[in-house]
């Protein structure tokens, strides 16, 4: 029997002013999963999340969340101005309260136990990318929403983010909805690709949908020859439904 979703979104519509943002969107989480929705700019994944999150009413469609589902979202990256001293303690703890302990432990979870007591404005960029998402863990979340989670970190520590990210479904069994721009990354780390531009163009396994004519329309030859850049490595290939074949030489024993 299918594990019942986290969160699940049909025929969601959305538009501003007559302008339509979101045409008849679905969408659907589970425990132990992880979907990455990737789009252009101006593709309403933004809009997308923040209906999601409640922060937005859709037009029409409906948006269902599991039963007492405890929800931890990592927005964009965030500055902070110099004028305001803040810890990182105290920055974690807005607006979910929480004492010091947790917080050291929901920042060991992220490798970021040393930045407890520094200035937030002082931390590199991959130290708060690394803070916002512990300051996600505070809620103990069933369903992840991980809004650009790499956000200006360097090639190494985006690598290093999207293995922390995978890491954390393994230990927690959360779900993850993740909005990103890297191809190569998601498409990579991720159990099932939404491709938005409006509408969803095309959605399925992340080797599926790098096949699909409309990903291909949309991302062109460049986003082909990014996602070149990170091919996994196994003994098994797939067709063009994204089924999995052996390969020859793994058939004969």
């Given at each position: ?16 002013r007559?302008n339509?943002?979101?045409l008849?969107v ?9 979907v ?16 999601v999150?409640g922060?937005?009413h859709?037009d ?5 969340l599991?039963?007492e ?15 305001l001293?803040l ?14 302990e947790?917080?050291r432990?929901?920042?060991t ?5 040393h930045v ?10 991959g130290e708060l990318?690394r803070?916002?998402?512990?300051r996600?863990l ?7 929403v991980l ?6 970190v360097d090639l190494?520590?985006?690598y290093?983010l999207?293995d ?7 230990q927690?069994g ?21 491709c ?7 959605s ?13 329309q949309?991302f062109?030859?460049?986003g082909v ?10 003994n ?16 004969d024993?």
């Amino acid at each position: 029997m299918p594990a019942e979703p986290l969160l699940t979104v049909e025929n969601v519509n959305f538009a501003i002013r007559g302008n339509p943002i979101l045409l008849d969107v679905d969408l659907r989480v589970t425990a132990g999963e992880i979907v990455a929705l990737i789009g252009p700019n101006g593709a309403g994944k933004s809009t997308l999340v923040r209906i999601v999150l409640g922060l937005l009413h859709p037009d029409s469609g409906q948006v269902r969340l599991k039963p007492e589902l405890r929800v931890g979202y990592m927005p964009q990256r965030l500055t902070v101005a110099d004028t305001l001293p803040l810890t990182v303690q105290r920055f974690v703890t807005l607006g979910t309260p929480a004492p010091r302990e947790r917080v050291r432990t929901a920042l060991t979870e992220v490798g970021a136990a040393h930045v407890l007591d520094a200035p937030v404005q002082a931390i590199s960029g991959g130290e708060l990318q690394r803070v916002l998402l512990a300051r996600a863990l505070l809620r103990e979340p069933d369903l992840l929403v991980l809004d650009e989670p790499i956000q200006g970190v360097d090639l190494n520590g985006q690598y290093e983010l999207y293995d922390l990210i995978s890491g954390l479904r393994r230990q927690r069994g959360c779900g993850i909805l993740i909005v990103s721009h890297e191809l190569h990354l998601v498409m990579a780390a991720t159990d099932h690709v939404i491709c938005l531009n409006r509408h969803v163009c095309c959605s399925g396994h992340p080797d599926q949908v790098a096949r699909d004519p409309a990903y291909l329309q949309l991302f062109g030859i460049e986003g082909v020859r990014t996602l070149a850049i990170y091919h996994h490595h196994h003994n098994h290939r797939h067709d063009l439904h994204g089924a999995v074949v052996a390969a020859e030489h793994d058939r004969d024993g």
